[in-house]
């Protein structure tokens, strides 16, 4: 099936990087957010960031020019159904995902494809309260999403081969890699990457070592281009503490608690650098740590 328009649900960190790449590679893309701030803070971000872009010589001014006119922003959800292919990028909260699914459901084309970037939630159980399970499909894009080259494709249990296939094609024109995954908690990377993360968090909330001492100790230490706590910071705490839920809830397994540390910075609404204060604070001319 081909794919010309691209719905997507969500203009946040992850919303805007995703509506970037589809413009650039020649989709028109409609974005939604229920704030309108938001949206228009989106579409001035992306404009700075294919600028920038520009500026190191990745695209042409025309390249520029031309997916910006192929982005166009609403506050409405029903005027997404029409899209070939809608990715649902909104709040990693399963309540907020299943009532965008439910209110779109009647708008939607019967070709429509489904799509959730959730970094956790079970694609079967999103996709097992729409009218189509099997057009739908887990679409995991990494953060920032212009530069990180993979993006997990996730089968629900009911995901048909031409929705797969379609969806390959779809990354392949993006000029990113796949990597299929399972559909079980947090998929491949987080799976792997979150009980680092909130690991790290443990050992600061233990005084195993301050916020600089682990980041730098994992940076040179073993070689990640970025310590776990500042990492976490630019994913979002709140997003971090939501998938080690969702690995604890779905697992079972007292291994994926999530650091009682983690908890008290996403209840102070310190959610990282979306709200200029995490495990380091950002208000000033370089990061601080909080502790
Ligand atoms: P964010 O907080 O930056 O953005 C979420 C956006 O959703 C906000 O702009 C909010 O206004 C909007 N929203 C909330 N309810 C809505 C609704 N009913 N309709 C339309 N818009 C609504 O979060 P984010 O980091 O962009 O994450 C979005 C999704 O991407 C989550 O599912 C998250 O797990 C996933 N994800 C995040 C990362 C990351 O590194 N942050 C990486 C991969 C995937």
Not at 24 to 43: F, P, Q, R, W
Not at 258 to 264: I, N, Q, S, W
Request: net charge negative; proline share 5%; hydrophobic share 40%.
């Amino acid at each position: 099936m081909e794919i010309r328009t691209v719905g997507v649900v969500g203009a946040g960190q992850m919303g805007n990087g995703i509506a970037h790449v589809f413009a650039l590679a020649g989709y028109d893309v409609l974005l939604n957010d229920i704030s309108a701030e938001t949206l228009e803070k989106a579409v001035a971000l992306i404009d700075r960031n294919l600028e920038r872009q520009a500026a190191r010589g990745k695209i042409t001014a025309e390249d520029h020019g031309a997916a910006m006119a192929r982005i166009r922003t609403t506050t409405t959800l029903a005027d997404i159904g029409a899209s070939d292919l809608i990715i649902e990028s909104a709040t990693e909260r399963e309540t907020v995902k299943q009532a965008i699914f439910e209110d779109l459901l009647p708008h939607l084309q019967p070709h429509t494809i489904l799509t959730s970037n959730t970094s956790s939630i079970s694609i079967t159980r999103l996709a097992s309260r729409t009218d189509r399970p099997e057009r739908f499909m887990g679409f995991h894009f990494m953060n920032p999403v212009p530069v990180m080259q993979l993006v997990e494709l996730i089968r629900g249990i009911a995901t048909d081969e031409p929705t797969y296939k379609t969806l390959l094609g779809v990354v392949e024109k993006l000029g990113k890699t796949a990597a299929s995954s399972e559909d079980f908690p947090a998929f491949i990377v987080n799976r792997i990457l979150m009980p680092m993360i909130n690991e790290a968090v443990y050992t600061l909330y233990e005084g195993v070592g301050n916020v600089r001492s682990i980041d730098e100790s994992m940076k040179l230490g073993a070689n990640h281009p970025m310590g776990p706590l500042e990492l976490a910071d630019f994913i979002g705490l709140d997003t971090c503490l939501a998938i080690m839920n969702v690995l604890h809830d779905g697992l079972a397994d007292t291994k994926y608690r999530p650091c009682p540390l983690l908890t008290k910075y996403v209840e102070a609404g310190w959610l990282g650098r979306k709200t200029k204060r995490g495990f380091y604070d950002y208000r000033g001319d370089e990061p601080v740590p909080t502790r």
